[in-house]
């Protein structure tokens, strides 16, 4: 932690000496925290000021909060899989993590530290932030499963989960992380969406028999408002409780929220915020920020 601290701390003071675009867009941001007026942000006063806090002596990040140097640069132990070649690290519930073939170790080691810093306890990006009711008879249904990391961590303690991941590169990994659990898993190779078709799958229309979802989360890189619609009669029979993605698009919080109260759900945010700049690849010192909430946990 200290180590991590202080290459942060040296990588800010080299940006600074040389006015880097990295460091510039800090001072920007910093400036524009310190001049907010009410309205201008949606953070508290008390965020305001742990904001910038943290930007004196960081770049600025997704996640601008200490428990990020945690992760930083933590040197986890990479393996490689001699049957199936995959590479994999051993999570904190002693459970194998597959990564896609062909992942480098450097890039397996901070993929992880990553997935690590979005669930970290006060991460705003933690889908377990509120606590969940898992038990044997709970049925997961994992939307944008990618690596399934959200899942492997309660595999033990449900009945059911079913992973949708439209990534063709994440199939076989899942399938080697799962594997010890492979007769109550499904993987299921297409997106979510409001429709149905070869590469498309409504909720509504994959579980109209069998059993009914408990859970559902939902990471679908923007498209989380028509998930939500294509399982609209799901939600209007009851599923208990969802954890909800809201940082892809300006303004989903607040849209994402308003799908789920008129289904008869109350959605409660995780705390704090990511910062995120325009829905565009790279950066501009002359784009706009957008500080976003999280994940929404709704339930009836």
């Known amino acids: 932690m200290k180590t991590s ?39 508290t006063e008390t965020e305001r000021k742990q904001f910038l806090k943290f930007l004196r002596c960081h770049l600025i990040e997704v996640f601008n909060y200490p428990f990020m140097e945690k992760y930083r640069y933590r040197r986890v132990k990479v393996r490689r899989d001699r049957e199936t070649g995959l590479r994999y690290v051993i999570t904190d519930e002693k459970r194998r993590l597959y990564f896609m073939r062909g992942t480098k ?63 063709d590169g994440w199939m076989e990994a899942l399938q080697a992380t799962f594997r010890p659990w492979k007769e109550k898993v499904v993987l299921v190779n297409k997106y979510v969406s409001e429709r149905d078709g070869d590469e498309f799958v409504s909720l509504d229309n994959f579980f109209r028999e069998g059993e009914k979802p408990t859970l559902i ?52 945010p995780a705390p704090g915020y990511m910062l995120f700049l325009w829905e565009k690849p790279g950066y501009s010192l002359e784009e706009p920020f957008d500080f976003r909430r999280g994940i929404i946990y709704a339930s009836k």
Do not use: W
């Not at 460091?23 to 953070?43: C, E, I, M, W």
């Not at 397996?108 to 990006?125: A, G, I, T």
């Not at 029979?237 to 919080?253: A, I, P, Q, S």
């Open 5 to 43: 601290r202080l290459r942060l701390f040296l990588k800010y003071l080299t940006s600074r000496a040389l006015k880097t675009s990295r460091y510039l867009l800090t001072k920007r941001v910093k400036s524009f925290l310190q001049n907010a007026g009410t309205g201008d942000t949606p953070l």
């Open 105 to 167: 170790s450097r890039k397996v080691r901070r993929l992880y530290n990553f997935l690590c810093m979005e669930q970290e306890e006060l991460s705003p990006h933690n889908y377990c932030f509120h606590p969940l009711s898992v038990n044997s008879d709970s049925v997961f249904v994992d939307v944008g499963a990618a690596e399934g990391i959200f899942t492997l961590k309660f595999i033990d303690k449900i009945k059911t989960a079913y992973l949708f991941e439209c990534d």
């Open 217 to 268: 989360k939902i990471d679908a890189e923007g498209a989380e408002s028509e998930v939500l619609r294509g399982a609209g009669k799901l939600l209007d029979k009851g599923v208990n409780e969802l954890v909800v993605c809201t940082y892809h698009k300006k303004g989903d919080e607040q849209n994402l929220s308003e799908q789920l109260r008129e289904k008869g759900y109350k959605t409660i």
